[in-house]
């Protein structure tokens, strides 16, 4: 059989058909009408992601229906070649793996690159066009099987293995093969894959580096990247059709050991009596994802067998996160929830979490103390510019007094850090006013204090700007300029990376809330994770009197994030973010889950009803 033709196991029962294809689209919107219409019509259920640089599909129905879907994408010029994974299966037994597996509806997005490749979305992602030689299932088995058993090959020792996949799927299957060596990155999304393949060069110069991942997209992009590299990482060749079509050829398994982890309802394929993996807690042998047990700080997949999920009061720490001192051993809390799939890499490297976003309004998802007291939200909050969290903690505390049974505050510091000026203070300054770097001139100048001085910072700056390591004075020179904010475009990717630090360190939190320049790099971060497929380190965000500072690209898609947007109305007092602004910020965020709240004060976060009693609405829903 053709790589290239679909295996027809026949009849009338459920199916899952998986394919990709890296081509130029050259009508996007035409092919977003085609899987409207051709998926609606078979009642095909799943996920399609179209990007200008090609299509990623997964798709469940009836065997029939996808055999036609396939017929009808062969059709076009565009598919020309493409590998169609079709297997027979049962429909979904559980409702809650079909939902977070996306088998519930049909979701059709346009996104910016099949495969988010690199968390920093500034940066181009290598062309596919240049990725490794391709190996079929058969030549990849002949290489690996050449390699244990050629003296001369063992004795150069040129091959390595490298598994392109998350933590969690090589932890219940991978190649194993005698006298080669695999490389296993242990990472929590494909986003991470660049920096190890960076910090690991010297692991992989000089050598024939097999790669191979569940269905062969992610090695497209990886093994290109690998081969920009130059000299000694040119022979990189990567298994066409992935895990899957491996295992089609060697149902036995060949060198591939354990189970292949599928991002469907299957979960897993592979023989059921073939496990190497271990449950985390006890240690026993255990390779079942279908509970969906997940680490407390990261959300990532974590096997828990049986016995030890019986066990009342448990939640769990991944060993990623054990590696990086959130805690040795698995902590004791009242419940274990169960969240919606966050695979970094469903759809093979893309956004399902994005597909099967939760409804905010009917989230009832409820955290305990093992002594069954309600927990508290635990939300980091993002000043504002000029701003420091001391700063900002005090300003809030009206809001923190108000909201003391729901919430839990954690204020930090920006990584920013902006020279100290001559502060001119106006008579009657908004509560929560961000202390900008000029101000009217008919302010009073007051002289700079000689003690105490608390340092300012910011998320985002201006790249003409200048931050300082030590404090030093200089006197506002410019008039007030209201619309500042629009030059402070840089620096956000050692703000994130920032944040990054603080959740690891000082989390788990529940939500973020950003008050003004804070907002829009809330939103950034928001924008980031959902670019990157990453595990998402916050249930909700809320968004105070802010302003979008996020990239209007040509193909735009919403933040699908739970969101409150708070901020000032066009006949309010807000003289620093106009309605507008605030408004444009919220509507990147997707309506079906958000709320808006439109108040008549200025630049504050107000703490009378009604705005706080909407406030408490929306919290009470992640309580």
């Known amino acids: 059989m053709a790589a290239s033709e679909s295996p027809t196991e026949g009849g009338d029962g459920a ?59 062969k059709s076009m010029s565009l598919f020309e070649g493409t590998d169609f994974k079709l297997a027979s299966c049962d429909h979904p037994s559980d409702d809650k793996i079909a939902k977070e597996c ?31 030689r391709h190996l079929s299932a058969v030549e990849f088995h002949s290489v690996l099987h050449d390699a244990g058993n050629n003296l001369e090959v063992q004795a150069q020792n040129q091959f390595v293995l490298l598994d392109a996949r998350n933590l969690y799927e090589t932890r219940i299957g991978k190649f194993q093969a005698t006298n080669v060596e695999t490389l296993d990155p242990e990472i929590r999304q494909y986003s991470d894959l660049p920096s190890w393949i ?29 081969k920009s590299k130059g000299a000694g990482f040119e022979n990189v060749f990567q298994l066409f059709g992935g895990i899957q079509r491996y295992l089609e050829q060697f149902p036995d398994g060949g060198y591939f050991k354990g189970k292949n982890f599928v991002f469907d309802h299957r979960i897993s394929v592979g023989s059921q009596d073939d496990v190497i993996a271990s449950c985390l807690v006890c240690g026993s042998s255990f390779d079942d994802y279908s509970s969906r047990c997940r680490c407390n700080y990261c959300r990532m997949l974590v096997l828990v067998c049986y016995d030890c999920q019986a066990i009342a009061g448990r939640i769990y720490v991944c060993e990623l996160c054990q590696r990086n001192g959130k805690g040795s051993k698995p902590m004791m809390l ?25 409804d905010v309004t009917t989230m009832q998802t409820h955290r305990t103390y093992a002594n069954n007291h309600l927990r508290k939200l635990r939300i980091l909050c993002l000043h504002g510019f000029r701003q420091n969290g001391s700063s900002f903690k005090g300003r809030t505390s009206s809001l923190a007094k ?53 340092k300012r910072f ?29 030059q402070q475009t840089y620096g956000f990717e050692a703000s994130y990376d920032y944040l990054k630090d603080v959740i690891l360190r000082m989390g788990p939190f529940d939500g973020i809330l950003g008050f003004s320049q804070g907002a829009a790099m809330t939103a950034l971060f928001c924008q980031q994770q959902q670019r990157s497929c990453s595990v998402m380190d916050f249930r909700f965000a809320i968004l105070c009197s802010g302003f979008s500072a996020i990239s209007r690209d040509p193909i735009k898609e919403s933040i699908r994030w739970p969101s409150l947007h708070c901020f000032g109305s066009s006949q309010g007092q807000d003289r620093q973010i106009a309605n507008q602004e605030s408004r444009e910020l919220a509507d990147m965020f997707d309506k079906e889950c958000s709320v808006v709240i439109e108040h008549d004060m200025g630049h504050i976060i107000p703490t009378r009803s009604p705005y706080l009693d909407q406030m408490k609405e929306f919290l009470r829903r992640f309580i």
């Open 402 to 454: 108000k909201l003391k049974d729901m919430v839990e505050f954690v204020f930090v510091d920006a990584p920013h850090q902006l020279p100290l000026i001559y502060q001119l203070h106006p008579s009657e300054p908004d509560l929560l006013s961000e202390q900008t770097t000029d101000a009217p001139s008919s302010f009073q100048q007051s002289s700079p204090p000689t003690m105490n001085c608390k």
């Open 458 to 486: 910011a998320w985002l700056i201006d790249p003409n700007s200048k931050c300082l390591e030590e404090q030093a004075w200089r006197m506002v020179d410019v008039p007030f300029n209201p619309l500042q904010y629009q």
């Open 102 to 132: 996306g088998f519930t509806s049909l979701s059709i997005r346009v996104v910016k690159e099949l495969v988010t490749f690199r968390s920093d979305h500034l940066l181009d992602s290598p062309k596919v066009c240049n990725a490794g």
């Open 334 to 358: 009242q419940e274990n929830e169960l969240h919606g799939e966050l695979s970094s890499d469903s759809l093979e490297g893309t956004d399902i979490r994005n597909a099967t976003f939760p």
């Open 15 to 73: 199916g899952v058909l998986l394919y990709y294809k890296y081509a130029p689209v050259p009508d996007i919107t035409s092919l977003v009408h085609f899987y409207e219409s051709n998926c609606r019509s078979l009642a095909l259920l799943g996920r399609v992601r179209i990007a200008p640089d090609g299509v990623n599909v997964t798709v469940g129905g009836s065997m029939p229906s996808l055999e036609k879907h396939i017929a009808a994408v």
């Open 198 to 226: 960076d910090k690991h060069s010297e692991k992989l110069h000089g050598k024939h580096i097999l790669m191979y991942c569940t269905g062969g997209i992610r090695c497209e992009t990886a093994s290109a990247y690998i």
